[in-house]
């Protein structure tokens, strides 16, 4: 049994309508109410224009729901954004932070990502602050320069955190909606090195802070990716949108 609680988050991207999301929130209340899954923080992130029903429909039961992104500023003249005080607002738990496709697509840098994850922080919401590698830079046998660029820039905010509310999902790249997951292996090894680095940077709670691993995990694959000792659940992008698929992938983390 490890010593950290597992997480699994559902991260629903740029999926939904209120129709499907209300038959997937009814499946996930009532088959993790009966099965009681409460050795497993579970997080549902849909679309923000969706964050009210996921509140509506998940407030009264022990699985949070987060945001897919948030603002790095505070507040003020920026059309479009999102901040941390507004979700705060709505009784909203976690927000992710970094994921590739905000890094890759939409330029968000390491110093934007770190802004947005100390201002998670400082606004009292939990952050699920991503990383991970191209192809392209694990065959250039960058991994772990990469990985170490993108910790480093987040121990500001990791330093000031509750680590029950902060987690690192490493998701290599190459790995997202492709099929191809990370080895349980590869995925150990770079989970450590995170931890490792984190611990290098001073921060106190480096070894209670949740790695999790993201990237086309499945229920099929979940259990031996969640049983390595430094994967502590998994950040869901596909799966999550499959009620049994996702409920699967819980129930693996709760015995893993
Ligand atoms: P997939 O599970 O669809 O590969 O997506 C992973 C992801 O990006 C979660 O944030």
Redesign the pocket.
Known sequence: MKSRKPLVAG?WKMNGDIVTNEHLFTALRSALERASISQVDVVICPPFPYLGQAGAWLGDTGIAWGAQNVAAAANGALTGEVSVSMLADLGCGWAIVG?SERRTLLGETDEVVARKASMCVAGGLGVIACVGETLDEREADATEAVLARQVEALVPALQGADPARAVVAY?PVW???TGRTASPEMAQQAHAFIRARMAHAGVAGADAIRIVY????KAANAMSLFSMPDVDGG?????SLVADEFLNICRAAAVA
Do not use: R
Request: glycine share 34%; aromatic share 0%; no cysteine.
């Open positions: 991260n994921h998701e790995a997202i909606g993201g990237g086309s995990v950040l869901i992008g596909g799966a």
